[in-house]
């Protein structure tokens, strides 16, 4: 894909980030308590008598605890037709069977967890589903709320997604070899950028694509589906 068109997307996606300033902050905050740091936030609140980690530690134990109440699944109960005649229901059970083994193979039960934690704590959570080639079947993996950004439409519709994350050049050069030199911001034979450099990594997705680029290094595109 062209950069001119990469970068009009990544003003869309930057504007976001920019609006959400805010809420990305309030989100630093609450995973610095849980981490046992309310210390840094709040020195003022302790004393010598009152170990600094005990509070995070009772937030992050109760945050999990509500989690655990929140992850429970629904039953899955498909339906077909009117599920009056025996062609519907036996129609309904493949339904049933074919959602149930969906589910099993991505692990759906485990990462609800994760995603109610993320829910309770942090506002939100995002489901990312996949093709797996190999099963012959879609993945459904949990993406933690940090760098993640999303378009909703006036009808509550996901326009598009993006996650953002920071990875060292090194990492990059290696898992994306075609694009070495622009990673490392080769010039007259000489790298730029050192291996340990960390660099923007941008996943874009919305109804008609897949994009995985880099800012940073004039929005090459290392994915593009």
Request: proline share 4%.
């Amino acid at each position: 894909m062209p950069s001119d068109n990469v970068g009009l997307i990544h003003q869309r996606v930057e504007q976001m980030r920019l609006a959400k300033a805010g809420r990305d902050i309030d989100m630093d905050r609450v995973r610095l308590i849980r981490r046992g740091r309310l210390h840094e936030l709040h020195p003022e609140f302790f004393a010598d008598d009152l170990p600094q980690s005990t509070a995070g530690n009772i937030i992050d134990v109760a945050a999990r605890d509500t989690a655990e109440l929140m992850a429970g699944m629904p039953s899955l109960a498909c339906a077909s037709g009117n599920m009056v005649t025996a062609a519907d229901e036996k129609r309904a059970s493949i339904k049933n069977k074919v959602g149930s083994y969906y589910w099993e193979k991505s692990r759906v039960e485990t990462q609800n967890l994760d995603y109610a934690d993320s829910v309770n704590c942090y506002g939100h959570g995002a489901w990312v589903v996949e093709p797996d080639y190999v099963r012959q079947c879609p993945m459904i993996r949990f993406e933690s709320a940090f760098g993640s950004y999303y378009f909703k439409d006036r009808f509550g519709n996901t326009e598009w997604y993006a996650k953002i994350q920071c990875v060292s050049a090194g990492e990059l050069a290696n898992l994306f070899p075609e694009h070495r030199n622009r990673i490392l911001g080769v010039q007259d034979g000489k790298p730029q950028r050192t291996l340990s450099a960390m660099l923007k990594l941008v996943r874009y997705m919305d109804t008609k694509q897949t994009l995985v680029y880099l800012p940073e290094c004039e929005y090459v595109t290392l994915v593009a589906k």
